[in-house]
Every structure is written in C-alpha cells, then in structure tokens.
C-alpha cells in the first residue's frame, strides 16, 4: 500500500472506534496514570451497551400518566447481566440530567421500566424516545467512558 493511497477512518467496529479514541486520548493526556489504565473495563461497559441495543426485546409500551411504561426481555442471559448492570446506573443519570423518575422492577424474566417526569410538556418526548432512546439519553455516556477507561469509578 503506497502512503498516498486513501486511508479509511473507520475502524469497522464501534468498541474499536471508542477504545482508539481512549487511546489516543490518553496518548495526548501527558497527566494519564497508565498503571490506572482500564481498557478491560471500558471493554465490558460498551459490550453491556451492544447488548442491552441488540439482544433485548421491547415486548410493550405503554403510556401511563406521566410518561411510559417499558416491559423488555433479554434475550440471552448475557444481555440479563448486562441490563442488571446499565439499568442499576442509568436511572440515577437520566433523573440527574432531566429530572425525569426511572423505576425498574423485574416481573418474571422481564424487566419493567416506567420512566415519567412532573412536566407535562415532555411526555412525549419521554414516549418519543421509547426504550432505546431512554438508555441513550443524555451527554453522561462519554463523560462515563473517560471516567472508566481512567480507572475511576464514575457512579461514585
């Protein structure tokens, strides 16, 4: 390959484009403690995000007063790891970013999500969003990956 052929930006792989930009980050960051360094558990936090995505099922929506009501199933008993950890963390950052309430309780082998705010004028918007949208809500996510990556414990 000649050095003026194109080179692709991309990696392919979404866990590979956030781990090479940790990397370049840290690279760039001349304070980086690199016997802090986590990529294991930056690694583990974008599988959960990959699995609560793709391997759950979203079996109902349901407007209730306020907001809605999610009924979701893992698929696999990965994706129930996974969820337990997102959706032990995730409530406490949506409430903190928009002041909306999410409450989960397991029924059976589903999880149930009812997400609701005391302004009126986001209903909608918090239906709008549905499951999918809920978990992917905010500017917390990147702030989380650094704070990981970094060796800190973010939720603390």
Known sequence: ????????????????????E?????????TTDWSRVDMAALRQHLLDMERVA????????????????????PMQ???RASLDRVLDAHPHMLRQETGWTMAVTEDGDAYVLRVTTPNPREVDKIR???????????????????????????HE
């Open 22 to 30: 940790a990397i370049r980050r840290l690279e760039a960051d001349s």
């Open 1 to 20: 390959m000649s050095s003026s052929s194109p080179v692709l930006q991309a990696s392919g792989q979404s866990v590979f484009e956030t781990v090479q």
């Open 128 to 154: 709008g969003l549905g499951y999918i949208g809920l978990l992917a809500y905010g500017q917390h996510h990147q702030r989380h990956h650094w704070h990981l990556v970094r060796g800190a414990h973010p």
């Open 77 to 79: 008993e990965a994706a």
């Open 54 to 73: 793709m391997d759950v099922a979203v079996e109902a929506q349901t407007p209730i007063d306020g907001g809605v009501r999610l009924r979701v199933r």
